[in-house]
């Protein structure tokens, strides 16, 4: 399957020991993210399939359960990184073992029986995709933690040597629009069902944010006046020292960045990225504009392809857009834009029943909708009405900023 | 004043000590409130009509403020308990000046340049008010930390016998409708503007939550399946152990529950009280319904008079319902009714300038909206389109339920 | 009683709200204090000599015991400035229902069944003799979390114009000798048994260091060199970020002190005060000295009187020495003296049976021993033999350094 | 040399992923022992003895310190499991490189410069020993954390089956003895000087305490009475729920321990192990007994062959001992013993000139001395007057218990 290639491909550049460490609780170990995929298909499908089931490795479904209270108390996940045990050797025997009996399953599928089971799979597919770029961002921000800044690999095609375009903002008129999934094809449950919502006037700019418009919001003492904060954010400012985006470098007064190719001078042309909903807030504020709602976004890329730098382009950093500037760019891929969205369940939102209905719903308290896909996405994964959802002083993640605004009279 | 009587009939039962505890940094003392009231109108009104203005102390401009950043560092919230001076005497010293001054400026106010005074006079009439609810809600907790069980006075009428009415549904068919204030009459910045949004059809329950149905969800293990909760909500329940709302007290197997009035049985017709947007969230998903949104809310609530128990009514706890359970019921006061919307700026919000910017807006993040008051409100201070604000973890307001739930085909 | 006089002397210029405070876990309330000297009265002597005691209160046995485990799980510490209740005035009421209750039985006592009584009466007296000491301490430490620098009343004689005299040094040639406390008169069971050590020659500096002296260390870089620290030292010196002894002030780059007269400038002939045993240390490190054993302190001060500053001397701050420098100075009174000694039981030291077995060996771990005595400390407290203990980090006490070292060849 | 022989045994059984994790602060992975080791002959030695030495790697000299702060900042010890480079054959390499080197010095070494350089590398050795017990006790504990309990080796002989002897005592007249190193072979500066010091009469018992004993105390609700315990050991006992010492785990009703050979049955003849010295001390006052001084231990053991259980037996757990219990057994090897003594300088101690100086010394702070070495001890490492030193609530090295009393009378 696709995505078991890429997961090989997004492999190939570690040595052992970056499969186990984990740098901070939100991030995972690469070798937990390759066993809980794992572990997904075999809980919901292959054990659901199989009468008297006889798991891989019954500690395993202990181990390897991220936060299904239904199906036991799972292993604490501050603690997946104290793990020595499997070995990363051990995971990927126990992928193969359940990979096989995967395929063998999907061989013996029969029309009348299958439908749920291909749902199942299905889920688990973009599930796996999900945790793909976890692995990145996750083995992204231990490798900062090192002072020795590991490469992960060179990337590809280096640095973007491609002027920002001019900002530009497209209008939109508002009214009663509809968004959200509908039909058959593959959707989460949060993005359904469709349904109507109102829309005042707005504007929406023409392409993200760069890391030189940021710039100057840090130059001009953006991270020193609580008055472009939420209360929230500028006490984490003041805790956390807070200066500029994550893996933002200082170095004899000049500004580096930490990427997946190594430390290098920040480029002003490419999207900011790494930063909070605090600061994409801040920011906008600083502007004179807002951040768009996720109805906004969605209306507004209503019909544009999905195309931008995804991962396998082998990237794994924004990429900046030149040209004219008409029309919006940069909707997809590069980095995912915060909304000013809190995650909440859409209008007429129904639960999955069984343990799958922890997937989505459970999270939907404190966090933020973001919108696009980013550069660490794998391509396909993301469409119009998907919404991706972190709280808002999370910056591991390769988040950026897109802006609105209403209509100027 | 009206609102100088009720601060001054708040105060009688009080002791000197009373005055000066902050019991978690959530609270404060009620000193603190009286102080920081009148430094309201010394710092927006006074200082802002005289020039050269020399304050009453200028070590009260920082004791003071809460949390406005654009006047200065505030003095930090935790540590509002460790002062001990300005004394309680002090401070009604205080209080007295500015009233006086404050007097004579209105008295002097002339037609041209009054109107944005008596804007903002009424701004701090409203603000005065918001803290005469914290006074009463910040001495429960402090009392509720001391195992004597402190009296703060009898509660008038006493334990409400009012058996609670049947519950019932009232639908309304959504579509576009419109929220928010519009008008020359006072609303804070947050409720405007009067703006349009889109309703799915709706069903929102006659009367609020009981304590009797709640004792349900407790002994029905409400507290023991993560499958009802949100995932925030379940670390918290585990975290702080949390078995019933906050002021509930088994005794020998018998419930009770600390008042103003001392811990008494608790009353199972009257409306549950005193529990988080976790709770409300989890016992709404226990009942097969939902929380309404706060469009939802204010929709329904068109064109009900604003009445119900308020601070004055010297009763300091919610009173149950009766009667023959059509129509809605319990709109106003007795409890706070959490919303299912986060608390965020209308579309086309406006910023107000200057340090009152500072009063709303920062603080629209990882919130949840309150409407309808509660009986500790000051009547007259709340109205349909008003929106409270907590964070889901709140539970020391008189925070209560009304179910929500889409309709029965 | 003249333990009850200094009582009434100490709690003189306080205001309610001053009785109530608790500023950190480590301190408490005046209130608390008053109460539980008396709770230990009550507990240890009245309700030991009548059967079928009925106490004040029954719920201040709960409330104001401090740490007897073996009496039932004591109130936490840390939530004693939460009670707003019993108020200041029932406290005193108590004082006095238990005062009379004492005064009866002090009366009725007679030969045969008295002297244990007696024995736990003097033990009492100690006792609210400690709590006497950390009411000052701990209402200074209130005191200082106040922007206003509350004023608890004029120093007498105000300040100190003595210049410190010379420093110089005593020896003593060690041996065999005999520390401890033996004989009928009162002392803790900490001081007990009087056994004999062994001591290497040693030479004891003949006066305090001063507040001048240690300002050397500070300008030097004490404060930023890590080899003069003990490790957790450093880890406190920069977790906390000191840089001089508490409640030092820098104001326009000269050095100020909060004392409980105020806040005046550094008198650099004065005894440096409110050093933590990491300070101590560092200093006489960087002295090329080191810190008195408590054994060679006790040895050193055996024959002298015992004078200096006392807590009825109304002083309340360390007091200069002058004179030509010849014999030891200032050993008793003005700031306890860190010893390099841990608070270990003594050879042969036999626990007190019964709850009163908890006052003094249970905190016999990370606590160094401090000696001679305090401006605070009650006149006729101390002895040779008395040792009291504080973590190594503590620095709210008066305490201070007196150098020691080996002979100089 | 002996010492790489060890160290290479040691990690024979190790997967990559062992040599990575940090199961907490005060653990450091296997990699970094090895890497460290390496640093300190790098640092202490090789670049001494070069001028213009270039380090085998400049960022490792930063990543490697452990704590000489006056070398520069350390990396902070707490992330040294964030580190998944240098890898553990890069680690290898280093050891490979710098081990060279220091072959090719010892053998220009000529008579007269050699004599410093010997004792360093002396010291080297010695503390290369030290890291080896800690990669054992290290590893032990993160081998601890997974579930999944992983075997380390089999034990060798495995499961002890001598019961243990009877418990008697040994007793000693005490007066002016001396302790401490003397002559010019190898100690550590903590050692000395060898000094006088005067010891009461006193009893030691003959072997140490057993599981089986210390389960006495567990059943006998030894961890449930806080009149047992210190009071800073009744806290942690509380925080963390500790009910028996670390390692041991119920199942069933039965107790199992885990040792590096995996879980298996407690074996009650075996020497309790892995208790802190807050468990040490309750026990023994539970015991009507008490933990012998430093002095004492190292007084009792004077004349004793160094013999025991140590690192080179494979054995990794401590053995019982049988016969007729007459005389002092297992004073070495099996378990580190916690004696009552905080662990300060000897009397005339002299500081080390230089980084060296902070090995020990800045150590001397809420310590307790703890004698005669382990299982995990590499052999030859300890003698009579070697002091250990560890926190009082350090549970993760193999620490014991011996007895000591005063004399019955």
Not at 117 to 129: D, K, M, P, S
Not at 270 to 299: I, K, M, N, Q
Not at 302 to 324: I, K, M
Not at 371 to 387: K, Q
Request: hydrophobic share 35%.
């Amino acid at each position: 399957m696709l995505v078991k290639r890429l997961d090989k491909r997004l492999c190939e550049p570690l040595a052992v020991e970056d499969f186990v460490v984990q740098s901070m609780p939100d991030a995972s170990p690469t070798r937990w993210h390759l066993a809980h995929t794992t572990w997904f298909f075999e809980t919901f499908v292959l054990a659901r399939r199989e009468e008297n089931y006889r798991p891989a490795n019954a500690d395993f479904q202990f181990l390897f359960n991220s936060y299904y209270n239904s199906l036991g108390e799972p292993f604490p996940r501050a603690r997946r990184g104290l793990l020595t045990r499997p070995t990363v050797a051990e995971v990927f025997e126990y992928r193969h073992a359940v990979d096989q009996r995967m395929a063998r399953l999907l061989n013996s599928l029969r029309d009348d029986d299958s439908q749920e089971t291909a749902r199942v799979v299905e889920l688990g597919i973009n599930h796996e995709q999900q945790h793909q770029e976890l692995m990145l961002t996750d083995l992204k921000h231990a490798y900062s933690c090192n002072p020795l800044w590991p490469t992960y690999r060179q990337l590809s095609p280096g640095v973007d040597t491609t002027p920002a375009r001019t900002s530009g903002w497209s209008s939109f008129g508002g009214g009663v629009v509809e968004i959200g999934h509908a039909g058959r094809t593959f959707a989460f449950d949060n993005e359904r069902p469709r349904h109507k919502t109102f829309l005042q006037p707005f504007e929406i700019q023409n392409r993200l944010v760069t890391a030189g418009e940021f710039l100057n919001f840090v130059n001009d003492g953006g991270y020193r006046h609580p008055g472009l904060w939420l209360s929230l954010g500028w006490s984490i400012v003041r805790d956390q020292q807070w200066t500029a985006p994550l893996y933002w470098v200082e170095r004899d007064g000049n500004w580096h960045e930490f990427t997946l190719g190594g430390l290098r001078a920040l480029n002003a042309d490419e999207p900011v990225c790494h930063v909070s909903y605090f600061e994409a807030d801040a920011f906008a504020r600083w502007s004179g504009a807002r951040l768009p709602t996720e109805a906004e976004w969605e209306h507004a890329s209503t019909g544009l392809d999905v195309q931008g730098s995804f991962a396998e382009s082998g990237r794994y950093h924004p990429a900046s857009v030149n040209g004219d500037g008409a029309g919006l760019a940069q909707m997809y891929g590069e980095v995912w834009q915060w909304t000013a969205s809190p995650y909440t369940p859409y209008p007429g939102y129904v639960l999955p029943s069984g343990a799958l209905g922890e997937y989505n719903a459970k999270f939907m308290c404190n966090q933020y909708v973001l919108r696009g896909g980013s550069c660490a996405t794998p391509a396909g994964h993301v469409r119009a009405t998907y919404r991706n959802f972190f709280p808002p002083e999370a910056r591991w993640q390769f988040t950026g900023i897109r802006l609105a605004r209403d209509p100027q009279t």
